[in-house]
């Protein structure tokens, strides 16, 4: 089992978490990345069904991850070859200063509202927020890019989005929905009135709404490469 997660919560005492995590996922026989953060957490590791359940408990434990929401994916190897536990300055990196989804996100639509305003033809700008390759191996279809080599990149590139789109229904989107946590708040900082971002982004809607408006692939960074919405 294939296990991803954020939340948003600042954090203190890092070192002493980075300790803490590391000793659940290796009781669990994890294996895969753990980013810790003041600003929070992001994790994608894999393993036994009955080990990431006991992680996944043990996490939840912990007051600041008491509400966690995990995706889940099976496959029949282990895409991870190890475990890491590392402290980062940010567990999404945008280097836009001033955004803080913990205390100012941007609102969210869900895959069903999403998938049922493309079915009804509405007027919605879908925006990729992940890099080129990604996009490459599968997006939805009429979505726009921004060509971005890496999310670093986004805030310079949302500065030059059509001003048309400035009272236009966006919805950014990308794998997991970490990064549209922090490209959908910039946006609305920018001038652009009216911006969702899709909750659990791609990974969410294919579990829930299957490939529906939805082309290829999406990719994903272990040693699957890609996957298909069923």
């Known amino acids: 089992v294939n296990v991803s997660a954020y939340r948003f919560v600042p954090l203190d005492d890092l070192e002493r978490r980075r300790a803490t995590l590391r ?4 009781a669990s026989d994890l294996r895969g990345t753990i980013l810790l ?3 929070g957490i ?12 006991r992680f996944i408990a043990a996490l939840r434990a912990l007051e600041p991850f008491a509400d966690l929401e995990t995706k889940e994916s099976p496959a029949s190897l282990r895409p991870f070859r190890r475990l890491r536990v590392k402290l980062k300055p940010e567990i999404i990196a945008c280097g836009a200063a001033g955004i803080d989804p913990a205390r100012d996100p941007a609102p969210r639509v869900s895959p069903e509202q999403l998938r049922a305003w493309l079915d009804a033809g509405e007027d919605v700008v879908l925006l990729d927020t ?22 670093r990149d986004f805030p310079a590139a949302a500065t030059r989005l059509p001003d048309a789109w400035r ?11 970490i990064r549209c946590e922090k ?6 900082r920018a001038g652009f009135a009216d911006v969702y ?34």
């Open 23 to 26: 000793a659940l996922a290796e």
């Open 37 to 39: 953060g003041s600003e």
């Open 42 to 53: 992001n994790l994608f590791v894999a393993g036994t069904r009955q080990g990431v359940d």
């Open 130 to 151: 992940r890099n080129e390759y990604e996009v490459q191996l599968g997006t939805f279809r009429r979505a726009h890019h921004l060509a971005l080599r890496t999310f």
């Open 167 to 177: 009272t236009a229904r966006i919805v950014t989107f990308c794998t997991g929905g």
């Open 183 to 188: 490209a959908a708040p910039l946006l609305r």
């Open 197 to 230: 971002q899709l909750d659990g982004g791609i990974l969410r809607y294919f579990e829930r709404c299957g490939g529906a408006h939805y082309d290829g692939e999406c990719f994903v960074f272990d040693e699957r490469v890609g996957l298909l919405p069923d």
